[in-house]
């Protein structure tokens, strides 16, 4: 087989990066390999488990491919070189440009007991996900390990579906170096109040059992009863193949890039989770790990495989994504506290509350709050937390542009938004507006000048109970 282009991995970022190349080289003979005869919407995996009918219902449409012309095969890749790809059956493809979308690895977990019976990870394959969501109509109580998002969504899940849930975080904190403390004590908070049993910074110590497992000891010497565990281990990048080329990489963040989502060797690109790409507010190497990173580098790297047809380059990882848990969404994008204060920025934080429909007595109306980050020196938003409604999605959406854009807080203040009494806040009342004058205000103040250690942030008390109606702004400073 001969193709122009060859993408293996059928993840997001390797169906987009395919998608990508049609449209930018509807000449060209593009293939994907892909490893799995059945793929899955990756975000969708912990909804599948419960909210939807089946699982079944996550599937990865493959006209997707198909209507675009684009092949599909289905294979392991035992191998590849500078020009051919070999899979575990002989068949042979050669290409003129490779493409690396094949994700992430999960963390082996060291935990005594952890291969009996009715324990399972939680990962990204069809048979096993259908084996997890069939042993759960046999469970009652359910040991959750790990506080990530795929932790936190599968709980907000399975508390929903009526199970008894403990969930187990070994970190300080839920979603720990994903947001500022603060936000992760609400999460937490709102999982408990909706039934769950939070558990941070304790480590499993084993899973105990006979036949199957019974339950496990926490580090802490307390027992967990538990007739079903879930692992949600951390990802590494998959280097196994880009190793094998000879590709510049490391285990920790991937297969190494340039701004175009080229790899040290001529005629093979990286994607997705086992790309190595750079933060956007500096030169430092990272992973990436979210969608949002992934699917920006695969419309990339799709549109300039052959040259650049425009000249556009990645302009690093913002880090934008969003969780739900009991009532509440959370979204991020761009730096928190903690990680502005890990490269030395001086920022000044806004923080304002509001409703996100006016009148406050709609139907659906709920409550939001909007955390900002300046930069101290240039005025730009550098990064943006949200806490709310089903609103929040779309309001970290728009500020990750915003954070992309470089937007200064008067460029902020000026924009002309549109509102509407089923759809937004008020006029008078528009959180990110608020959160923006809130910073402004407090710019020249003294107070700035060195970079601020303390925390800062809504209590948890203030998003739930608070009666606010419009914009309430708090000043605060980082």
């Known amino acids: ?42 975000g969708a995996l912990p909804h599948a488990l419960a909210s939807l009918d089946s699982v079944g219902d996550c599937i990865f449409p493959d006209y997707l491919l198909s209507q675009r012309d684009i092949e599909l095969i289905f294979g392991h890749v035992e191998s590849c070189d500078k020009s051919t790809v070999r899979l575990h059956d002989s068949r042979e493809i050669s290409y003129s440009k490779l493409v690396l979308a094949v994700g992430g690895q999960p963390n082996p977990l060291s935990i005594v007991g952890i291969d009996q ?26 040991l959750l390990i790990g ?33 500022d403390p603060e936000f992760g004590q609400i999460i937490r908070d709102e999982l408990v109040r909706t039934g769950a049993t939070v558990v941070t910074g304790c480590g499993v110590r084993a899973l105990v059992g006979k036949h199957s497992v019974l339950g496990a000891d926490l580090d802490d010497g307390r027992w967990v009863t538990a007739d079903l565990v879930l692992l949600t281990p951390p ?32 005629n093979v690109h990286a994607v997705g989770e086992c790309a190595s790409g750079r933060s956007f507010f500096s030169a430092e190497r990272q992973r990436t790990i979210l969608t949002s990173e992934a699917m920006a580098q695969a419309r990339l790297a799709g549109s300039n495989l052959f040259a650049i047809n425009v000249a556009k380059s990645y302009a690093g990882s913002l880090g ?19 990680k502005a204060r890990s490269i030395g920025l001086e920022y000044v934080v806004g923080l304002a509350e509001t409703i996100d429909r006016h009148p406050s007595k709609l139907t659906g109306a709920s409550r939001v709050v909007v955390k900002l980050l300046f930069d101290r020196g240039s005025r730009q938003l550098v990064g943006a937390q949200v806490l709310g409604g089903e ?45 923006t004058v809130d910073a402004a205000r407090h710019w020249s ?17 203030s998003v739930k109970h608070s009666n606010i109606d419009g914009a309430r702004q708090t000043p605060r400073q980082g």
Do not use: W
């Open 320 to 338: 934008s994504f969003s969780c739900a848990a009991g009532s509440l969404v959370l979204g991020v994008t761009g730096l928190t506290e903690l």
């Open 445 to 461: 103040s003294s107070e700035h000048s060195t970079l601020s250690r303390s925390a800062t942030a809504p209590k948890t008390s």
């Open 391 to 435: 609103s929040t999605g779309e309001c970290v959406n728009m500020l990750a542009v915003m954070v992309q854009k470089k937007m200064t807080d008067m460029e902020i203040d000026t924009l002309q938004l549109g509102t509407h009494p089923l759809l937004t806040p008020s006029p008078l009342g528009y959180g990110v507006m608020g959160a």
């Open 117 to 142: 019976a009715g324990v399972y990870a939680i990962t990204r394959d069809y048979e096993c996900l259908k084996s997890v969501r069939d042993a759960l109509h046999q469970a009652r109580c359910v």
């Open 235 to 266: 990802f590494h990048p998959d280097i196994r193949l880009a190793l094998a080329m000879g590709l510049r990489c490391d285990s920790e963040h991937g297969v190494f890039v340039d701004e175009y989502l080229r790899t040290s060797v001529p």
């Open 1 to 42: 087989m001969k193709f122009d282009v060859v993408v293996i991995g059928g993840g997001p970022s390797g169906v987009q990066t395919a998608l990508s190349a049609r449209q930018a080289y509807p000449e060209k003979t593009i293939a994907l390999v892909r490893r799995e005869e059945i793929a899955l919407q990756i």
């Open 147 to 179: 506080g990530g998002c795929t932790g936190v969504e599968v709980c907000n899940e399975l508390i929903r579906s009526g199970k008894d849930v403990t969930l187990v975080e070994s970190k300080p904190d839920l979603l720990s170096g994903l947001i």
